[in-house]
Structure formats: structure tokens, C-alpha cells
């Protein structure tokens, strides 16, 4: 089974930024797209990005221009590079993988929580 754990959260001021890593372990031969949500108090978890095995990326439209993700497969890592953070932002954020075998299924980390000051 495929094991997600987030590090990297912190509190940072508006207008800095801030680097999420996620360290995959177990079975990482069958993960293949793998992303990032948040959650904000009071809130849905929203979708922040996402990375395909081939390198093709999605972002939510209040990500675009500010955020970056990427993966390092050597390393099992997935980043969320994080610019120009705002307030709003503020939120657990929470990566995820999806990993293939009888059935395809989505794995989550524990959460990593960031929060922007104004």
C-alpha cells in the first residue's frame, strides 16, 4: 500500500511563500497522478493542483501564477511551491496520491497545516 506524509507547513506573512513537500513510501510503483487540497475552517476541501505521471499539471484558477507543483520520482516526493501567499490561503493543506492495482484509489496524507498573516 501506498503511505503519504506531508511536512513543510508554517505560518508565513502575506506575500511570502512557503514549499510543501509529500513523501510517498510503500508501494510506489503503482502511484501515478498525485495532487494537492486544502481545507479551510467552515469549508470544503477545495482542489489546489495536480501532476500527472508525465509531467502534465492542473491548477485551480486562484493557484495559477502563484503556485507550482512537481515531483521528484527518484525522491518520492511531490512539492507544492507556494508565491505571493495571501490570507485566504490559510487552510490544512493535504496531498494526495492515486495509486493503481484491482481497483484505483485515491490516497491521502495527514494534512499539513499553513496559515498567512496578514
Known amino acids: 500500500q501506498v503511505q503519504l506524509v506531508e511536512s513543510g507547513g508554517g505560518l508565513v506573512q502575506a506575500g511570502g511563500s512557503l514549499t510543501l513537500s509529500c513523501a510517498a513510501s510503500g508501494s510506489i510503483a503503482s502511484i501515478r497522478t498525485q495532487g494537492w487540497y486544502r481545507q479551510a475552517p467552515g469549508k470544503q476541501r477545495e482542489f489546489v493542483a495536480h501532476i500527472t505521471t508525465g509531467g502534465s499539471v492542473l491548477y485551480a484558477e486562484f493557484a495559477k501564477g502563484r503556485f507550482t507543483i512537481s515531483r521528484d520520482n527518484a525522491k518520492n516526493l511531490v512539492y507544492l511551491q507556494m508565491n505571493s501567499l495571501k490570507p485566504e490561503d490559510t487552510a490544512d493543506y493535504y496531498c494526495?496520491?492515486?495509486?493503481?492495482?484491482?481497483?484505483?484509489?485515491?490516497?491521502w496524507g495527514q494534512g499539513t497545516q499553513v496559515t498567512v498573516s496578514s
Open positions: 494526495w496520491a492515486g495509486a493503481v492495482g484491482s481497483t484505483y484509489r485515491i490516497i
